[in-house]
C-alpha cells in the first residue's frame, strides 16, 4: 500500500488518477475547490483519504497545507503533480499578460512548490517517485501558445533535472506528456465559453482523462529498477 499524494484531483486527469489508483493504496487528495474533492471522497469509501486545500501557486498555502498533514499521513511514497492548466490561447502580442503570469505560477512555479514540501517525506520512502504531468506542448511549440508551452517545456526540464539530483535519494522522477485529452482543459483555457471549447475535440478522438490516469497507474506500478 503506497500514500500516494495527487494535485489537482478535483477534475480532469487528477480525478480520473484518484479513482485509478484507489485501490489499496492511500490518497491524499488536493485541490482548490472542496466541494469536488468531497465528492471524489464520497465516490472511493473502501480507500483510506486525506482531503488538502490549497492552491499550488500559493506558496503559503502549499508549505502550510502540506507541513501540516497529520503525523500518519506524512509517509508520502507518490508525489503527483497534476495540477495545471492553459488561460488563453493567443499570439504572444495579444496574449494577456495575467494570462501568462497564471501559467508560470500554476504550471511550472506551483510544482516546485509543491515538489519542494513533499521532498522531506518523500525521501524517506523506499518507493518513492515523483509523476509531473507535462505535454506534447512541453515537446512542439504552437501557434498561439508560446507561455503555455513555455511552462510545459519547464516541466519537462524540471523532471529531467530532477531525475538527476534524485538519484542518489532513490527517487523515480516520471513525465507523462499527453495530447489532446478531453477535459475542463479547453473550457479553462477559453474563459467558460463552451462552444470553443467543445469545437477543439472536433474531426477526431481526443484522449480521455481515464486514458492518462491507466498512463499514471503503469509508470507507478513498475517494479522499482524500472523508471518511465
Ligand atoms: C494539452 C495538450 O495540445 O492542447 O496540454 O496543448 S494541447
Not at 503506497?2 to 487528495?29: D, P, Q, V, W
Not at 501557486?57 to 497529520?70: D, L, T
Not at 504572444?92 to 495575467?98: I, K, N, S, W, Y
Not at 511549440?141 to 538519484?167: H, I, P, Q
Request: charged share 20%; with cysteine; net charge neutral.
Amino acid at each position: 500500500m503506497k500514500t500516494i499524494l495527487i494535485t489537482g484531483a478535483s477534475s480532469g486527469i487528477g480525478y480520473e488518477t484518484a479513482k485509478a489508483l484507489a485501490s489499496g493504496n492511500r490518497l491524499i487528495l488536493c485541490g482548490r475547490r472542496t466541494e469536488k474533492l468531497k465528492q471524489l471522497q464520497e465516490e472511493l469509501p473502501h480507500s483510506p483519504t486525506l482531503l488538502l486545500n490549497f492552491d499550488v501557486s500559493n506558496k503559503e498555502q502549499v508549505f502550510h497545507a502540506i507541513k501540516n498533514i497529520p503525523t500518519d499521513w506524512q509517509n508520502i511514497d507518490v508525489l503527483i503533480n497534476n495540477a495545471g492548466n492553459a488561460h488563453g490561447l493567443a499570439t504572444f502580442q495579444d496574449a494577456d499578460l495575467d494570462d501568462l503570469d497564471a501559467m508560470i505560477d500554476i504550471n511550472v512555479k506551483g510544482l516546485i512548490y509543491v515538489t519542494k514540501a513533499c521532498l522531506p517525506f518523500i525521501k524517506k520512502s523506499n518507493d518513492a517517485h515523483i509523476i509531473n504531468t507535462s505535454s506534447i506542448a512541453g515537446k512542439q511549440a504552437y501557434t498561439n501558445g508560446t507561455t503555455y508551452c513555455a511552462s510545459k517545456w519547464a516541466v519537462e526540464a524540471l523532471t529531467k533535472g530532477m531525475r538527476f539530483d534524485f538519484l542518489p535519494l532513490g527517487i523515480k522522477v516520471t513525465s507523462v506528456a499527453p495530447g489532446a485529452v478531453e477535459t475542463e482543459f479547453s473550457l479553462v483555457r477559453f474563459k467558460g465559453d463552451e462552444e470553443k471549447a467543445a469545437n477543439v475535440y472536433k474531426g477526431f478522438e481526443p484522449l480521455t482523462a481515464q486514458d492518462i490516469a491507466a498512463t499514471i497507474a503503469f509508470a507507478i506500478n513498475q517494479p522499482k529498477h524500472v523508471q518511465v
